[in-house]
């Protein structure tokens, strides 16, 4: 069936440091691919998303490409800040081959120190 | 304003006893879901419901009821089979198809 792992945390970066947390996968299918960020006590929020391979989905600075080829899907930052502190998943959805359920990857902590 | 409504946000319950956590959305989709999420850990699939009236069990859902005789409502009942009952529960929903979803706030259950 289908999987996601992420990489191990919990990340510790300073202020303005370079940001990649990895994340691979495996799908029969052609899924579409997530990450979602959880700040402490809330929900989850869509951080940003690619439907294709090699398409690339970017929003508040954070970035990911779609790579069918290692089939990964890593997330990166250029410059994180303190409020970036947060639980990072990946996930996908194959909606042809598991209709209705999306794959979550256990989560990354990420703590940003000043 | 839509979005989706979790109520109440904390909750606090003794062994034994049945309880129902609120799901509501405003955002007219169709497929809804209920997630269970431990300290450190990922999110588990109890239900989800892609329609009215039908829904499919999770991965984890003994334990566990829900119904579904709205569109805008999905409420989950912990019963009182379920071990270990005291989690962070989220509810989520999504259009129908290979889209992302969108996650409520949360009720955090404590069951002594």
Redesign the interface.
Do not use: C, V
């Given at each position: 069936g289908d999987s996601v792992t992420q990489m191990e945390g919990p990340v510790t970066l300073s202020e303005e440091a370079f940001l990649t947390i990895n994340c691979t996968y495996t799908a029969t299918g052609y899924?579409?691919l997530?990450w979602?960020v959880q700040y402490p006590?809330?929900?989850?929020?869509?951080l940003l998303?690619a439907?294709k391979a090699d398409d690339k989905g970017s929003n508040k600075g954070f970035e990911a490409t779609y790579r069918k080829e290692t089939t990964s899907f890593h997330l990166e930052k250029g410059s994180v800040q303190v409020s970036d502190s947060a639980v990072y998943?990946c996930a996908l959805?194959?909606?042809?081959t598991n209709?209705?359920?999306?794959t979550?990857?256990?989560?990354t902590?990420l703590t940003v120190k000043p | 304003d839509g979005g989706?409504t979790?109520s109440p946000k904390y909750l606090f319950r003794k062994e034994g006893q049945n309880v129902t956590l609120s799901c509501e959305q405003n955002l007219n989709h169709d497929?809804m879901y209920w997630y269970r999420q431990d300290p450190?850990?990922?999110?588990r699939?109890i239900y989800?419901s892609?329609i009215v009236n039908d829904f499919?069990k999770?991965d984890i859902a003994e334990g566990y009821s829900v119904s579904r005789e709205k569109k805008e409502s999905f409420p989950l009942t912990v019963t009182s089979a379920q071990k270990n009952p005291t989690a962070f529960y989220?509810c989520?929903t999504s259009r129908?198809?290979?889209?992302?979803?969108?996650?409520?706030?949360?009720t955090?259950l404590t069951v002594t």
């Open positions: 899924p579409s997530f979602y006590g809330e929900g989850l929020q869509l998303k439907t998943f959805r194959d909606y042809n209709a209705g359920k999306s979550f990857g256990d989560g902590t | 989706i979790q497929a450190g850990q990922g999110l699939l989800y892609q499919q999770g989220l989520a129908s198809g290979a889209y992302e979803q969108y996650f409520g706030p949360g955090r």
